[in-house]
């Protein structure tokens, strides 16, 4: 009976796992765009919200607060949005992209450390991997590696599915897709773009939403 019960365990560990890292992923995500925010404009007030429906509690994670909701998908996905209720003072064009992007950025530099921690762990613990096979391992998570990964203890597989969801977070987040109301941060920047060059010299002042 165990040998039915273990297999069920696991698929329901990976599945908590998935979802968890998925949640810190996204925050990861939203404060990046905080940590541009507070970069360029200290005096502006800021809001992260994951998930929607009915409130199930609040924090403060340096200063900023954040609510999480009961239901954490919305019809796009993992629904994590970094909220602008004012700024301090109107924000240059150049100043909006580097918001917009932040989320992306902060998700590329966790994928590079990743990728580099998880690199020097398998070069030298797995004969004959090389970085061809880190990369198409992160280009496609059963790949290159995937009879690596099985030999690796739980926390170097952790790290590696931490990295290839920061990698797909930002893949997901530059990409200019619109679906109706919702734009990816790809879509924002370009959408802003076409405005300023609708309306030159039109500045932010406030209520955005990321």
Known sequence: MFRFVWPLLFLVFNGVMVVALLYITVIVHEFGHVAAAKLIDKRGEYLVTMGNGRQLFSLRIFGIPVRIYQNPFNQHGLDGIFHVLSVGRPWLLWEQMLVTGGGAIINLMLTTVSFLIMYHVIKGGVEGSSLVHG???????????????????????????????????????????????????????????????????QSSRGGIDL
């Not at 198409?136 to 790949?143: A, N, P």
């Not at 030999?151 to 530059?174: D, G, V, Y």
């Open 135 to 201: 990369v198409s391992g992160f280009l496609m998570i059963f790949g290159g590696l995937r009879a690596h990964l099985d030999a690796l203890p739980i926390l170097e597989r952790m790290l590696f599915a931490f990295a290839a969801t920061n990698n797909f977070a930002m893949w997901m987040s530059i990409i200019p897709i619109t679906i109706g109301e919702y734009r990816t941060d790809g879509a924002s920047i370009l959408y802003r773009l076409r405005a300023a060059c609708g309306a030159k010299g």
